[in-house]
């Protein structure tokens, strides 16, 4: 009788551990499908508030309009310098002529490392192995020094390497671009500029960005490479290493000097040079971003004149002759510039 009674218990003891198995599960399914339905409802909102920021963050984007931001001293925040990467990395060939410039120094703002040479008639000469002697800067070149006759040569494909940009002349000289280019090993536009996007019509608003840039505390250290007749307060600059007028006929003594305090400069990070070294410039540039490439390097020529000297010797230039206040956007095509109408 006793063990029946046991037996009895136990058995009802089960029934009861099932039941409340039973019940447990059922109450689980139930805390788990409002679980689940809490969790969606999450997401939906989550992603809703997603969707919403990523629609600001392009309106804002598509308004942003980078003359006006340079204009107003904005500094560039991470959001702005992410969509000047955007515009780097799906660049096909150079914007519109206002619109390079704006470019150009947002690169500088952003602190994006780049390098940036110009090449127009006197480089042309010097490449085709052609005399000029060109007296508003004080050089000359008669065809006697090769060795720079061929570095000027191969810095004209500095831009196989990325960032680094080869700005030609313009529509008006069709003649000189195609020359220039046919010594050059670059084929791809992305990197392609004006030669004179300082100058003419984007002259007037280049001055005052600039002035604004050398005075401001939130960049980069400069290193000037410039004419010596310097008769301007340049205590901008980090550092100045003069170049003697004549530099291409004085060019291999030069160098010898001149290269590695360069390369000790270009060694440090976070620097930016300005150079102004008629054809040299180009010379040194691509030698520098060879020690280098995470600095930024422009071939500014003499549209830094009025910060080193307080007058421009191209007064031709500066608000820009009426043949040259625009250039049309151009890509190559096996080395030729092929011009948009």
Known sequence: MKSEIIRFKNRKKEKNMKQLLILTLINFKKYFYIFIILFIIFISLFSSFIIIIHKNNNNYIKN?????????????????????????????????????????????????????????????????????????????????????????????????????????????????????????????????????????????????????????????????????????????????????????????????????KLEDEAKKSKMIFFVSAGPAANIIISHLIKINNKNIYIDFGSSIEMITKGFSTRYYLKNGVESFKSCESFYLENHIPIYLE
Request: charged share 25%; glycine share 2%.
């Open 64 to 260: 942003i309009n980078i003359k006006e931001l340079i204009q107003s001293e904005t500094n560039f925040d991470n959001k702005i310098c992410q969509f000047i990467n955007t515009k780097l990395k799906n660049r096909k060939k150079p914007f519109d002529f206002e619109e390079e410039l704006c470019f150009i120094i947002s690169l500088i703002a952003c602190k994006i490392p780049f390098s940036f040479i110009r090449f127009a008639d006197g480089e042309n000469y010097i490449m085709r192995g052609k005399k000029i002697n060109v007296g508003i800067d004080n050089w000359n070149w008669d065809d006697k020094n090769q060795k720079f006759r061929e570095s000027l040569i191969e810095s004209s494909s500095i831009c196989l390497n990325p960032n680094n940009f080869i700005a030609i002349p313009c529509k008006n000289w069709f003649t000189i671009s195609k020359s220039i280019l046919s010594f050059s090993k670059c084929s791809n536009s992305k990197y392609m500029s004006y030669a004179s996007v300082f100058y003419n019509k984007n002259f007037e608003f280049f001055q005052k960005w600039i002035v604004k840039f050398i005075n401001s505390s939130n960049r980069w250290k400069i290193v000037l490479v410039a004419n010596s007749l310097v008769n301007k307060d340049i205590s901008w600059a980090y550092k100045f290493f003069p170049i003697p007028e004549h530099i291409v006929e004085k060019w291999d003594e030069l160098s010898d000097t001149l290269l590695p």
